[in-house]
């Protein structure tokens, strides 16, 4: 040291808490969740954007568009409805890889890495407080259609269970979202994947019935998992559904909880990699 | 004897897809309670280094250890040991600064009261009380640097990594950082900083590693020492003289070459002499008695010690030229 400088006190630190490491676990969760919904609080403009937008869609397909759809029950209203439910869910995918990959990029996960704690904290925090967002964005639409005319007549356990499969797709789809974050080298990424949102949920039923579209096209719309859980609301809320289709669409219900699995027991290992392969 | 702080020993890392490797051996050995300097040029490695010895990133080759424990075989035992501030700030841009530091004690699994108190005191250090509940994005560069350096020093780590902690700061400020910086080291724990800045290696570093790539074949350690003794490793003293007439240039060059023992440099546009001389105050008095004898008049003679950045220019160029 060239220069004397005048040595300053000791820095007196405090020391971590005792706990179990399951205990902890769930602490991070919280705090990381936490964190989450904190931003939310920080920036209303953006809960605002997500939850308003389906509501948007929700007026513009019931006021502009519905008078030259073809729907069964003769009010499109009822069948309208779950799809965009449904179609929400999707939406959540591009929202949690958003914050993923922003994180990536910002450093922060790299010095949640290079903290004493576990990896499955750090994905487990993001999952509770995306489901609790689409859960809440899912409760807004829900009354928002209620206002424009749409009416669940299945009862409150059948409706409570299609509030519960329309989730269960959503939780599939985090950890696409968490994924497609990790992997995704940069905002080019995240706007590919905005673009094909919404011709996914196009190919699919939650609009129209896939009987009516080319037959190629009707069978892959047939077999969209967005189909089984619009299929399985439509059927759980007591609304009208489409008439037709094959095996899977006899099966809505059962498929729209098949789908979820699959698709959670194929991408939440794959997530969990790729975090952990993060130091390659 | 209590373990290194930091051992590094033939790092080596080639990163997917790019040419050339980022590391191509690296060693360090930093004892426990020091700060150590990491000094070299722009994509010499700085940054790798520092992410494989902090866990995030895997060596191809090599071994690393913190306080004697391996980071490959045992990462979550080093991140219990280790502070980390990136080369770019990593706080969460929304919550304010306050919100940061309990979230991140809470992470580092303090009580909610401990989380809260280091987070004042953590506030008052830096000199961020007033900014404390403004959300991060409206920081300046160097306050958002603070908090990341404050964070890091939650727990008062074993080891710190600071990686180019002041690039951007203000002279305050980098004051300020400093003084962090002792205090922490004068509760024992050790700092291995990367920086660009010599003075600041030489401020705060017992020990300096130069790293450098040269021609792209990835970084290595090129010099260690104190700054003193990376100093006198270029040749210790310089004697400078400047000369009125530029026609006495030659002769001039003639003096000193004779009695440095070696060419001189010469510099016409600056009439200016120069060459490392072994023994100073025999250099001067050689020097101007032979210029006198040769009637040079002189405008200004000085014997000098090479500044750091001189040092550092030295041994990164002549590792770019192979030598
Ligand atoms: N993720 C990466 N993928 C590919 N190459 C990389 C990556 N990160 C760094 N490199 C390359 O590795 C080399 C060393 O980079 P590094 O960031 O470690 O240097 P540095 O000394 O920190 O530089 P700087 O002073 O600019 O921060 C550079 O040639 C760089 O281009
Ligand atoms: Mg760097």
Redesign the pocket.
Known sequence: MSTAAPIPAPDVAPVPAPGSPLRWALADTATLAGRQLAHLRARPGEVAGAVGFPILLLLMFVYLLGGMMDAPGGDYRQALSPGLFTMTMLFGLSATMIGVLTDAQRGITDRFRSLPMSAGAVLAGRAVADMVVSALALAVLLGAALLVGWRPTGGPWSAAAAVGLLLLLRFSLLWVGIWLGLVARGPGALTAVQTFEFPFAFLSGVFVAPVTMPAVLGAVAEWNPLSSTAAAARELFGNPGWEGGGWVAQHAIAMAVLWPVVIVGVFAPLAVRRYRRMSR | MPPLAVHADGLRKH?P??P?P?LAGVDLTVPPGTVHGLL??????????VRILATLLRADAGRAEIDGIDVAARPADVRRRIGLVG?YAAIDEVLDGRRNLVMFGRLLHLSPADARRRAEQLLERFALVEAADRPVSGYSGGMRRRLDIAVAMILAPAVLFL??PTTGLDPRGRAEVWSAVRALVASGTTVLL?T?YLDEADQLAARISV?A?PR?AG?RVVAEGTPDELRARIGGDRIEVVVRRPDDLAAAAAVVSRVAGTDADVDADLRRVAAPVPDRMAALGATLAGLAGAGVAVEDLAVRRPTLDEVFLRLTDRAEVGA
């Open positions: 990163y897809g790019s050339a980022a070299g040029p722009n994509g010499a490695g700085k940054t790798t280094a080369q990686d180019e990367t660009q790293l790539a792209g970084g």
